[in-house]
């Protein structure tokens, strides 16, 4: 008995180290890929730009079933657009589950999704401004995450998904309510039109 809780331990162990807890960064980084590029642009200290998308790469256990090539890489958040048939998913404090109506909302996006296999998506988790800017951008990744592995239940590929979080940076309404803060809590989807 005290030999398997032992191996129960240290698989715990091993999980929280590779799923990099503990090792946040304030820039994503991109997840590797086989067809990742090997020189990234340089930038100085304090230059700032929008965050990197991560790909949910084959690589994953969410995308390992799929058998199409990874997207092509490097993509940028300003690439994306918005697409009006995609909804967000809104979340409660401290949460980054999707629940029951963020559930029918992944099942609407992932309709218009399967139906449009010629478009890349990028998945953008976002915050309240309530914690640090260092929570705040796990919350949004941990959000994007979910949506992401969402969809690929629902049928989407995830060689065709990139994540982002941009925390609590990027406000759809800037009121210091909780109404306000609701809006804000959320995981929003672009496209990108391939060729």
């Known amino acids: 008995m005290k030999s398997h809780r032992s191996h129960v331990a240290c698989f715990a162990i091993l999980a929280f180290l590779l799923s990099g807890c503990g090792t946040k960064t304030d820039e994503p980084t991109a997840m ?57 998913v809104f979340f409660d404090p401290g949460q980054n589950g999707i629940g029951r109506v963020g559930a029918t909302v992944i099942r609407n996006n992932a309709r218009w999704l399967v139906g449009n296999p010629g478009c890349l998506i990028l998945i953008e988790g976002h915050s309240d401004p309530k914690g640090t800017r260092e929570s705040n951008r796990a919350a949004g990744e941990q959000r994007a995450m979910a949506a992401a592995t969402a969809l690929v239940k629902q049928g989407v590929p995830g060689t065709r998904m990139w994540t982002v979080s941009h925390g609590s940076e990027r406000p759809v309404c800037r009121e210091m309510t909780d109404a306000c803060a609701a809006k804000n809590r959320r995981v929003h989807f672009k496209i990108k039109k391939l060729q």
């Open 32 to 88: 590797p890929t086989a067809s990742a590029p090997a020189d990234q642009p340089q930038r100085s200290p304090g230059q700032s730009s929008a965050p990197t998308p991560k790909p949910v790469a084959p690589s994953t256990p969410m995308a390992q079933s799929v058998n199409t090539p990874p997207p092509p890489v490097p993509v940028t958040v300003e690439e994306f657009t918005d697409e009006p048939a995609l909804k967000d």
